[in-house]
């Protein structure tokens, strides 16, 4: 990885103060980049540890930024991209890893949370490629979405699935779409993590309890993929969507081993 790259750069990554998100933040400012975080609701554990990530990214000599918004409002997200660029003075990478979604079946949602659910992982991720385009052109800039196996397979209880597939329809468009400005967008589809959201999962989808250690992810090697993505090293891939699931995906039938 040519790490030079990343020096003096400056990466946004939504939904960063724990999880994948946090992985992500971790990687590129250990490559060299300065990092803005980003968490939804003041006054939360999602604040705390943003904080917590902040200082110890400045640990390794970079600069963090930690900034609270919503981004499936457009308001909040202009401000959130004027903050990244007042404080550093520019933007060069936008990580796409924000979601939020209730655990049950599409067909059982209420209004409100089939709102929230496009809103912010669908909507909310327009706002804020459309905010950021400006900014990432002058740095022929990058831009990577944070997808997941819901986009392609059916999990119980997992509405999210549909808005990672609308998304990855997105990444392809505007990497057509963005290409005259020099700005590249990919897309990191990963597999079953444990995550926050994984102590959710494995209550509605029995099934996981037979899925094989070998076969889960670590949030550092989706992390890893999405500095391949925004290195000069991925020059030559545009609107894609790589999947990082230890192979998981590719058999329709798994040695299944219960634990």
């Known amino acids: 990885m040519e790490k030079a790259h990343f020096k ?21 400012a250990a490559a060299g980049a300065d990092v803005a975080l980003n968490y939804r609701r003041s006054g939360g554990s999602s604040e705390d540890h943003g904080n917590k990530l902040c200082e110890e ?13 919503d981004i499936s409002e457009k308001e909040s997200v202009r401000k959130l991209v004027g903050s990244v660029t007042e404080y550093f003075g520019r933007l060069d990478f936008l990580v796409l890893n924000a979601a939020r979604t209730p655990f049950k079946p ?36 990058r831009i990577v979405f944070v997808s997941s196996l819901g ?37 990191v589809c990963g597999g079953i993590v444990k995550t926050d959201s994984f102590k959710v999962l494995r209550q509605l989808w029995e099934e996981i309890e037979y899925i094989p250690e070998y076969l889960f992810v670590e949030p550092r090697e989706i992390a890893e993929v ?9 020059r030559a891939v545009r609107g894609q969507t790589i999947v990082v699931d230890h192979g998981f995906s590719n058999r329709l039938y798994q040695p299944m081993v219960k634990k």
């Open 151 to 187: 986009s392609r397979f059916y999990n119980p209880s997992y509405p999210l699935g549909s808005m990672k597939a609308a998304m990855e329809s997105v990444v392809r468009d505007c990497a057509e779409g963005l290409r005259g400005k020099n700005i590249s967008v990919n897309a």
């Open 106 to 141: 599409l067909e059982k949602l209420m209004e409100r949370e089939l709102r929230q659910l496009v809103d912010t992982n669908y909507i909310g991720n327009i706002f804020c490629i459309q905010e950021s385009v400006q900014e990432l052109a002058k740095s022929e800039g």
């Open 8 to 28: 003096d750069k400056v990466a946004l990554i939504t939904g960063s103060s724990r999880g994948i998100g946090a992985s992500i933040a971790r990687t590129l």
């Open 57 to 69: 990214i400045r640990s390794l000599g970079r600069k963090a930024l930690l900034i609270q918004a």
């Open 226 to 234: 999405v500095e391949f993505l925004l290195s000069p090293a991925s």
